[in-house]
């Protein structure tokens, strides 16, 4: 925010205690929107603000920003690739771990005394020594847990729309299909329509009772309600989240379940790595308005035009 306003008028969207109001009286002067992953920028919203020209998101996922209604009007829309892939590739293989191997739980076994009390802590059924890791989105993020897995000696297979010309990972087309030839899966796709319940019961199924599912994607790429009946009934063995259907909702059969870690969205969440994305955000604005050239415009808005 200081580099912000160090150098542009600022408008506290966030602030406003009506929101309609807010925007009517600013119809004619804003030019740039700044977005978070909680402010999403609808049709209704870029139709009531005609003189906007960039709107700059914080974040690599930008599915709650209308950028079908952006390109209409010309509008380019940025986003914070790379700076934050290292943190959040971090951030997954942290919860592989805490998930495969029961880190939060047993924690909390010997915060509570248990330890001491009845002994050592359960040998988990559950280790990587035996998996292969189905990565759902070998993009930027999948393929620095793909570099870190192979670290590990984990194999690694992928899922994506298109297969990768630069890794000797076995791509799928079908995620049904390589749900069931893994036991482990790591979501990192978009959210948006074209990857809604993507993991859905039968992905769930086919991956199987030994079954581990991580998602550091969008909440909205599981079929939540699938994934908590599957845990229920043993389905699937375990789950990892950072993200969810209704942040900052989760659902109460969630919280209840033993055999579900949940992290609140903190995949990119250190000082460090959100520094590095405000200034990404920070630097489209400017370099936008002070050469007409936006640094990370997103695919749907390509720049040139
Ligand atoms: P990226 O480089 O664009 O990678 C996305 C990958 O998903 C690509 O390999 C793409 O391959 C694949 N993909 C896209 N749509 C697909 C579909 N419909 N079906 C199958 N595969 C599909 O993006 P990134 O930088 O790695 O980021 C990925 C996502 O992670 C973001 O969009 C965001 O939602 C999420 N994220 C979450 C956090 C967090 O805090 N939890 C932080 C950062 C990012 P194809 O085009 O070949 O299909
Ligand atoms: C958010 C994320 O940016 O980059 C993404 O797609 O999901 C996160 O890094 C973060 O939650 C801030 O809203």
């Not at 771990?97 to 909390?108: G, I, P, W």
């Not at 489209?284 to 035009?305: C, H, M, Q, Y």
Request: hydrophobic share 45%.
């Amino acid at each position: 925010m200081a580099a912000l306003e160090a150098s542009f008028t600022i408008h506290r969207g966030y602030e406003a205690a009506d929101p309609d109001a807010f925007v009517a009286s600013l119809a004619g002067r804003v030019r740039g929107i700044a977005a978070g992953l909680q402010t999403p920028v609808d049709r209704a919203l870029i139709e009531h603000l005609p003189k906007v020209e960039i709107i700059a998101s914080f974040g690599v996922g930008y599915d709650p920003i209308d950028v079908k209604a952006a390109a209409e009007r010309g509008i380019v829309v940025t986003n914070t690739p790379d700076v934050l892939t290292e943190e959040v590739a971090d951030t997954g293989i942290g919860l592989l771990l805490m998930t495969v191997r029961e880190f939060s739980a047993s924690e909390r076994y010997l915060r509570e005394g248990r330890w001491v009390k009845e002994g050592p802590y359960r040998l988990t059924p559950a280790t990587l020594r035996n998996r292969t890791v189905g990565i759902v989105g070998l993009g930027r993020i999948g393929m620095a847990i793909a570099r870190r897995l192979e670290a590990m000696l984990v194999p690694v297979v992928y899922h994506n729309r298109n297969p990768r010309s630069d890794v000797k990972y076995r791509h799928y087309p079908d995620l049904k299909q390589m749900a069931a030839d893994v036991d482990t899966i790591i979501v990192v796709l978009p959210g948006g329509a074209a990857t809604r319940n993507a993991v859905d019961a039968e992905v769930l199924k086919a991956l199987g009772p030994n079954g581990i599912l991580i998602n550091i994607g969008r909440g909205s790429v599981v079929d939540e309600p699938a994934l908590i009946e599957a845990l229920q009934k043993g389905t699937i063995l375990a789950t990892g989240l950072d993200v969810f259907a209704k942040e900052p909702q989760v659902p109460a059969e969630l919280l209840a379940l033993p055999n579900a870690v949940l992290l609140p969205h903190v995949a990119s969440a250190s000082l460090y790595t959100r520094d590095a994305m405000g200034q990404l955000v920070v630097d489209n604005l400017k370099s936008w308005f002070a050469d007409g050239k936006p640094i990370t415009p997103v695919a749907e808005t390509p720049w040139p035009r």
